[in-house]
């Protein structure tokens, strides 16, 4: 038996002799801390919820907070949302009860759109239900056209944020998959459109992360928590969700015209059909009113410009609008814009006004800029160091009384998609004088060198038919017809 076997102090504990093996030291001391700093995440965690819902006129100082751009480090942004878009009412007490309901609201519509006809147990006779029948009752034609529907959803789902890792995950493409297409059934008026992948991307971004969390640090003594953030319930959650915020961007999807009048009143008689070149969808009538009224009325050099190019605001505005802004900005700044979007004092407002404020914005650069320049610039916009100034500016648009101006930043032209701003005044115009000599200079080369070639054919002419006709001889030149006289 050696010493180090035999050999015991008097005074050791056996918890001496436990940690002679150094790496089971460190397992216990990392585990240690693990559960040290989970009990501190969890005490954080019902604490910012107790300040955040528990406290008096919760609700308004939650839409001053995100306002503010203040929700970025908040544990319950995705409650926040919810609030703001009436999925739950603002009462602490009814938070629970109210996603109940909607969760089981979801359940019943899975079951009605989301079927397998094999499992279907009817009564209905084999010339009807089975996969060849051509009857328009048979469970088989829905079946088909569902698979069709999931297709192409499903073509789009696996294109979302290619960077984020959350997004290649199989059980969140089938819970996305899901959601649009029960939403599509639902809405057969709307049905789905290419892009509306894109506005429940960001929701299942935030309401995954935060889900996750409080499955993982909050105590079974968080019972309300737990509850209304179940993550055993993010589908449903994100459904209800979804579909509020669809009742807000639903208007720039449809492609139903909206009728116009022309003009004509009365018993006037009119000698000709006026044929009215003014949009004819929703969406495209809003951004024209918003460029050609809006933008008007708060730069109005910017509008001439805008005009005289002849850039029509659906070549730009319609990704903007539909995508609400999903592709002009990272996904974390997207975040902060939809805070303030979704607590604005009005949705719609708020995203045509945020689109004036990103037109000013630019301004700088697209009045240097030409038609392919300013189209560019407007499919490409530029990065911005602070992407809540663009929802500062436009409460300031919306209404100027109750909200306070925010500095007139600029993108500085020729930064590219720099995190740039400046407050100098767009430099003047080129001088005409430049653009004439320069096409004078290009004119005169050009007719020189026309000249030149004229005399050239001129001598060529003159010496094939001298020696083809001895005795002809070119008369005169009239215009770019030679004239051969025979003497």
């Not at 995203?351 to 490409?380: H, K, N, W």
Request: net charge neutral; glycine share 4%.
């Amino acid at each position: 038996m050696s010493l180090d076997d035999s050999y015991r102090h008097p005074i050791s504990s056996e918890d001496y002799y436990l940690y002679q093996d150094k790496s089971l030291h460190s397992a216990l001391v990392i585990e240690k801390r693990v559960e040290l700093e989970e009990a501190n995440e969890c005490v954080t965690l019902e604490s910012e919820w107790e300040k955040a819902f528990h406290s008096s006129h919760f609700f308004i100082k939650l839409k001053e907070r995100a306002l503010s751009g203040k929700l970025v480090d908040f544990s319950f942004r995705s409650l926040a949302w919810r609030l703001f878009l009436g999925v739950i009412p603002p009462d602490i007490g009814m938070f629970a009860e109210a996603a109940f309901e909607e969760r089981d609201r979801y359940d019943i519509l899975k079951r009605r759109y989301v079927k397998d006809p094999h499992a279907l147990e009817t009564s209905m006779s084999l010339s009807v239900n089975n996969p060849l029948s051509q009857e328009e009752n048979s469970p088989w034609a829905q079946f088909f056209q569902d698979t069709e529907l999931r297709k192409e959803i499903m073509k789009d789902i696996s294109r979302t944020y290619p960077e984020e890792i959350l997004f290649e995950q199989e059980e969140i493409q089938s819970m996305m998959l899901n959601i649009l297409f029960i939403f599509a059934r639902e809405n057969p008026d709307v049905a789905y459109k290419q892009g509306m992948h894109e506005l429940l991307a960001p929701l299942v971004f935030v309401f995954h992360k935060e889900y996750k969390l409080v499955a993982d640090v909050a105590r079974p003594q968080s019972e309300l928590m737990l509850d209304v953030m179940s993550l055993n319930h993010l589908e449903h959650d994100l459904y209800c969700t979804y579909v509020k915020l669809m009742e807000h961007t639903v208007t720039y999807y449809r492609t139903d015209s909206v009728k116009r009048d022309v003009g004509s009143s009365g018993n006037t008689m009119r000698l000709f059909t006026q044929v009215s070149t003014r949009p004819s969808t929703y969406v495209v009538q809003k951004l024209h009113d918003l460029q050609n009224t809006v933008l008007r009325r708060f730069d109005a050099e910017l509008y001439q410009h805008l005009s005289k190019l002849g850039i029509e605001p659906q070549l730009y505005g319609l990704r903007w609008f539909r995508l609400l802004f999903g592709r002009e900005f990272t996904l974390p700044e997207l975040l902060v814009l939809w805070d303030g979007i979704f607590a604005g004092p009005n949705f719609s407002a708020m995203v045509e006004c945020i689109g004036i404020s990103m037109l000013l914005y630019v301004r700088q650069t697209l009045l240097c800029c030409d038609y392919a320049g300013c189209i560019s610039l407007l499919m490409r916009y530029p990065s911005i160091s602070n992407v809540h100034y663009f929802v500062q500016r436009a409460l300031f648009i919306y209404s100027p009384n109750n909200y306070k101006c925010p500095p007139n930043w600029q993108h500085r032209a020729g930064s590219g998609r720099s995190n740039s701003f400046t407050r100098t005044q767009p430099p003047p115009p080129s001088p005409p004088t430049t653009r004439t000599s320069s096409f004078t200079k290009t004119a005169s080369s050009s007719v020189a060198a026309l000249s030149e070639f004229s005399d050239s054919i001129k001598k060529k002419i003159s010496q094939t038919a001298s020696a083809a006709l001895p005795n002809s001889t070119i008369k005169s030149v009239i215009g770019n017809r030679y004239c051969i006289i025979f003497t």
